[in-house]
């Protein structure tokens, strides 16, 4: 945390740290430890990999400035495929699926 402007962004780095523990709980409750091919899977995927699966015309209709920025918030589980309405989201799933953990 000393990288942080103010108490602030502290407490919303530390809320959101919560929540994602909080998630990762709750998905080893429901669904048992995750197999640990997918971890590797997850290892290999890059923000290039999804950003060359996307459309690539950084209309912004999802938000952010480009699709790259787009591919590493989907990556990263910030954004969902249903935000990029250009998205070819059978094609995306495929490359999503195995590494949503």
């Known amino acids: 945390m000393t990288y942080v402007k103010d108490r602030n962004e502290a407490e919303q780095l530390i809320e959101k740290a919560k929540n994602l523990i909080n998630r990762a709980f709750i998905y080893l409750k ?27 015309t950084n209309c912004k209709e999802c938000g952010e400035d480009t699709c790259y920025v ?12 249903s935000q990029c309405p250009h998205a070819d989201v059978s094609k995306l799933e495929r490359t999503l699926n195995p590494i949503r953990i």
Request: charged share 35%; aromatic share 8%; no cysteine.
């Open 30 to 56: 429901s669904h048992g430890k995750p197999d640990e091919k997918l971890f590797e899977l997850k290892k290999q995927a890059t923000p290039m990999k999804i950003y060359e699966k996307l459309p690539q």
């Open 70 to 81: 787009f591919g590493v918030k989907l990556l990263s589980g910030e954004k969902d495929l």
